[in-house]
């Protein structure tokens, strides 16, 4: 069978973008949050599903346990810039979640958040992750994924990851979607920096000790759950629970390739060693230094 196109790459205010994700622009923009509102905000790759499903059972793992084996997890969190046919946009689905608070999910740039998340004061998790893990996961994701870009092999990928820029004439060849990693952990960062409702944290903490990072969460949101409860978390999220979870693993979603890699990869801190060569470490390294000077404070581990 013929396989369907993949989409193309364009520059959407100085962000490379695909159409499923800027299509419903006006709407998103126009989106009105809550104060309660939780907005769950990665660059693609960094744990999102991870951190979402770990503060869907905070919230509601013990008032509708049924939640958990009956609803898939891009649904009990949905994914709010997404417009992808023949599914609902995620505007509309964050529209019309029952819950309180609603836990939404986003990978935009922090300068494209709808204002009036800014205007409710809504509480805010960030989650980054070292960029070259980061980058490996990402190029898996796209191949298996046929919503997202084609990403070439994995030297043309790693060189776009590191381009990430979109002020070219013609950005195809030369960035991945939601642009710029070093852009987005480091607009986020500056961000958290001003706003004292937003928690930034670190896939590498959550891998070295969820418990801890769980404990973060719960002092951030206001939550005490009992130390059974939080076991009972902790547990559930490691990774080998969540790649058996069909309601957390993505295996409903027919657009995802699971032949090709699975949405549940790894899952580990290092992967970046079984794919970069010795001469790609030593230029991302030295171009790292560069792109990432103006935030000291903000660092990365690259291993445990
Ligand atoms: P890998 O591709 O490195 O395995 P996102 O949810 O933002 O798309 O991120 C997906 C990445 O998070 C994948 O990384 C996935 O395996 C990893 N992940 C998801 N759940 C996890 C868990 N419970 N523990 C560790 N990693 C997890
Ligand atoms: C999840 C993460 C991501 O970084 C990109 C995408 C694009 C395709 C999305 C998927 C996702 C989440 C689940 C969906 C899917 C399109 C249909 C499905 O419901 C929203």
């Known amino acids: 069978m013929e396989k369907p196109p993949r989409p193309i790459l364009f520059d959407f205010h100085g962000v490379s973008m695909i159409d499923i994700f800027t299509s419903n622009w006006d709407n998103l923009q126009n989106f009105k949050a809550r104060p309660d509102d939780i907005l769950i905000a990665t660059y693609p790759k960094a744990g999102t599903t991870w951190v979402s499903y770990i503060l869907d059972l905070l919230h509601f793992g013990q008032t509708s346990p049924e939640r958990q084996t009956s609803k898939p997890i891009h649904e009990r969190v949905p994914f709010l810039e997404i417009n992808v046919s023949p599914f609902a946009p995620g505007t509309e689905l964050a529209d019309t979640l029952p819950t309180s608070p609603r836990l939404i999910k986003t990978h935009l740039p922090v300068q494209f958040v709808p204002k009036s998340f800014w205007e409710q004061n809504c509480r805010m998790v960030y989650v980054a992750r070292n960029a070259k893990d980061n980058a490996v996961s990402f190029y898996h994701f796209d191949r298996m994924n046929m919503v997202e870009p084609e990403p070439g092999n994995w030297d043309s990928f790693l060189k776009r990851f590191m381009e990430g820029k979109s002020d070219y004439p013609c950005c195809v060849l030369v960035s991945v979607v939601f642009g710029s990693w070093y852009d987005h952990v480091n607009g986020w960062w500056e961000k958290q920096q ?70 549940m990869r790894k899952g580990k801190v290092g992967d970046w060693k079984n794919h970069f060569t010795e001469a ?14 103006k935030n000291p404070t903000l660092r990365f581990r690259t291993e445990l």
């Open 194 to 263: 001003i706003h004292s409702k937003l928690h930034y944290m670190f896939y590498e903490d959550l891998v070295e000790d969820t418990g801890a990072q769980i404990d973060r969460l719960c002092s951030f949101l206001g939550l005490s759950p009992s130390a059974e409860e939080k076991e009972r978390i902790t547990t559930g999220s490691q990774f080998d629970n969540m790649k058996k979870d069909k309601m957390a693993n993505y295996s409903t979603v027919t657009i995802m390739d699971f032949n090709i890699s699975p949405f």
């Open 280 to 293: 790609q470490n030593q230029h991302f390294d030295e171009d790292y230094k560069t792109k990432m000077m």
